[in-house]
């Protein structure tokens, strides 16, 4: 069955340090691969997406992921962290075509900003 | 941002009674989604639909029905709510399907007592 495991629930960092949350998939082949940020009470914002190319994609609010195909990880990454940045934050998976319509979700890691 | 809207925005009712959550778009995608979101589940798919009229149960779809007469809109109907389903509930559009990435709306927050 296809899953997407984010190990980490709640991560807490200062602002300006470095931030790296985790995303693991398990897919039958390389799947579409997508974050999402959601502030509170808000919806889903996409952050960034991989599909195919270099493993490393920029998205916005100076986020970046990189795939690794030998782990099944697509963790994200920002040099410095801002006071706004802490939201929920969702990695997801999809197929790459045919009938497969749906995307799977982890259950999202909550990012703390101090001070 | 994409033009999708959800109503009511909030919404309380009572145990027993039928609700029915819309879902409006404007950027004419084919497919549209249903999950509900709750602490320590994230995100759950409840139904989704891949054309007018054109529907498919999701992981969590029991107690829940949808309908697509329209590109445009996708209604989620609980015919006879529960505790069970208070939740925050979101619609989400996509042009490709699994393979594209999705875009929701604000969502509703559901009450049922």
Redesign the interface.
Same mark, same amino acid.
């Given at each position: 069955a296809q899953s997407v495991t984010q190990p980490d629930i709640h991560i807490t960092v200062s602002e300006g340090a470095s931030l790296e949350l985790r995303c693991n998939y398990s897919y039958g082949a390389t799947p579409y691969l997508f974050w999402y940020v959601q502030s509170p009470g808000q919806g889903l914002q996409l952050l960034l997406k991989y599909f195919s190319g270099d493993t490393l994609v920029q998205g916005i609010k100076g986020f970046e992921a990189e795939f690794k195909r030998s782990q099944s990880s697509f963790n994200l990454r920002k040099p410095s962290v801002h006071w706004s940045d802490a939201a929920e934050y969702f990695c997801a998976a999809g197929g790459s075509g045919g009938s497969n319509y749906k995307l799977t979700f982890g259950k999202g890691t909550l990012l703390t900003v101090n001070p | 941002d994409a033009g999708i809207t959800q109503s009511p925005r909030h919404k309380v009712t009572e145990t027993g009674t039928p609700v029915t959550l819309r879902c409006h778009q404007t950027e004419n995608h084919r497919?549209m989604?249903w999950y509900r979101q709750d602490p /320590?589940?994230?995100?759950r798919?409840i139904h989704?639909s891949?054309g007018v009229k054109d529907t498919?149960k999701?992981e969590v779809s029991d107690g829940y029905s949808v309908s697509r007469s329209k590109t445009e809109d996708f209604l989620l109907t609980l015919e006879s709510a529960t505790s069970s389903q208070t939740s925050v509930y979101?619609c989400?559009i996509?042009e490709s399907?699994? /393979?594209?990435?999705?875009?929701?709306?604000? /969502?509703t927050r559901l009450t049922v007592t």
């Open positions: - | 497919y989604y /320590g589940h994230g995100l798919l989704y891949y498919d999701g979101f989400a996509s399907g699994g /393979g594209g990435e999705q875009y929701f709306g604000p /969502g």
